[in-house]
């Protein structure tokens, strides 16, 4: 004899707390089936509610899995630019690559991270725009929890800090990087320069105990300085492979200690399977061209010619 049907009801919305996407899903179905199979009355009602809740349940689950914000690795590292609402963020972003955004002077323009690659010293280094961090993102404010999980895949922060207003709101940023377990290479980009004295940039390093670079979308000389401040970020050495045929040699990026078969293997693994040495010039070798071995270990700002 199956219960009264109002308190069949409690109890089937009671199961239901807490549960979302697949295990909602499944605890429908495991109701659907417990409940009697009467086609009209109380009970025949209850089936369609639940029905109704299954259906919406998978198509919520759906749109979830579509809307996902994770950003595919491109290039050799991986830069979240990362800051409060309105800091720049977009502009940056836009003046180091070819990319097009929607820029303004409101809050959350970017609704979604942003990527894109940088060219740097011929090098494509990927940076993503995270868009604007507020006091509880790690309580999923702003979708905060969903940001954090792309910011824990990437390689480094730049901190975006508008020099016209209060380090407060970085503050507020660097907190809840803080709380959700964010600990990664960084540094403060400090944005609209040319609206400031320069001297903010050596406020904001000693305030932070981080290293801080002036960055003005309008000066070309300091989005150098930034690309640059950027590579070094990014902990890779810059070689320059010369092949045969070819005048100008190759920028690559590889870790610090790598060697003779690492640059190889950029090119194809079957050169460094059969490559017995190269010809280096540059900071590791003794003399231009040098001839070393398989396992010689490359330097920042080599040129490699493999043999």
Not at 22 to 34: D, N, P, V
Not at 201 to 213: E, F, I, N
Not at 222 to 247: C, H, K, N
């Amino acid at each position: 004899m199956p219960m009264p049907h109002r308190t069949q009801m409690q109890v089937i919305k009671r199961r239901l707390v807490g549960k979302e996407g697949g295990e909602r899903i499944k605890e429908l179905r495991a109701i659907l089936a417990e409940l009697p199979g009467y086609r009209s009355g109380p009970y025949a009602d209850i089936r369609k509610w639940v029905s109704a809740q299954l259906e919406e349940s998978r198509v919520r689950k759906k749109v979830v899995h579509r809307d996902s914000i994770a950003v595919r690795r491109e290039g050799a590292a991986q830069i979240a630019l990362v800051g409060p609402p309105n800091a720049g963020k977009s502009s940056l972003l836009q003046a180091l690559s070819s990319i097009q955004i929607k820029t303004g002077d409101y809050a959350f323009t970017t609704t979604r991270p942003v990527p894109s690659i940088a060219q740097i010293g011929g090098v494509g280094v990927q940076l993503v725009e995270i868009p604007g961090l507020i006091a509880g993102a790690t309580e999923d404010r702003g979708g905060g929890r969903a940001l954090f999980g792309v910011l824990r895949g990437a390689d480094a922060v730049v901190l975006c800090h508008d020099a016209t207003v209060p380090l407060e709101e970085l503050a507020v940023v660097r907190a809840e990087l803080r709380a959700a377990g964010v600990e990664k290479p960084m540094l403060v980009a400090v944005t609209k320069l040319d609206e400031v004295a320069p001297s903010v940039v050596a406020d904001v390093s000693r305030q932070t105990g981080l290293p801080a670079v002036g960055v003005s979308v309008l000066d070309d000389q300091s989005l150098e300085r930034f690309r640059e401040a950027v590579w070094q970020l990014t902990g890779l050495m810059r070689i320059y492979l010369r092949r045969p045929g070819l005048d100008q040699a190759e920028p690559q990026a590889l870790p610090p200690g790598s060697t003779v078969v690492d640059a190889a293997r950029t090119v194809h693994h079957e050169l460094a399977a059969t490559c017995s040495g190269a010809r280096v010039s540059g900071p590791s070798a003794k003399f231009d061209d040098q001839r070393v071995g398989r396992d010689h270990v490359l330097a920042d700002g080599d040129t490699v010619e493999i043999v």
